[in-house]
């Protein structure tokens, strides 16, 4: 459903921080402060190592929460109940629920 793997080459990944620093680095180095400048870079390389591994994280957390949370409504089709997945549930479609909450708003709902 989701990607797994974190692209750098989005556009948060080169976040606004990133490239301040990047030229901070540039213009550190064109001074003749190598020393400095090689901290700066390291602190932006470390920065997207730690961003990337976070995002992929993320994604496989999403992915886990998304995998136990299908979510099931029972719907009248042909005067018959049966159970079908939220994802095929269309604004036609008449469902039946013990709870008032548990009706997505795109039925037309029948409580018991």
């Known amino acids: 459903m989701f990607e797994t793997t974190a692209d750098l080459s989005t556009p948060h990944a080169m976040a606004a921080p990133a490239v301040v620093l990047l030229a901070s680095a540039a213009v550190t180095g064109v001074l003749g402060e190598v ?6 870079l390291s602190v932006v390389v470390v920065n997207a190592v730690v961003g ?15 995998a136990v949370v299908r979510t099931e409504a029972t719907v009248i089709r042909r005067a ?11 604004s ?4 039946c629920s013990t709870k008032a909450i548990a009706c997505p708003q795109v039925c037309g709902c029948c409580h018991w």
């Open 92 to 95: 036609a479609t008449s469902c």
């Open 52 to 66: 990337f591994l976070q995002e992929g994280r993320a994604e496989h957390a999403l992915d886990a929460l998304v």
């Open 35 to 40: 020393v400095d400048a090689g901290v700066i």
């Open 80 to 90: 018959v109940a049966t159970k079908v997945p939220s994802a095929d549930l269309v």
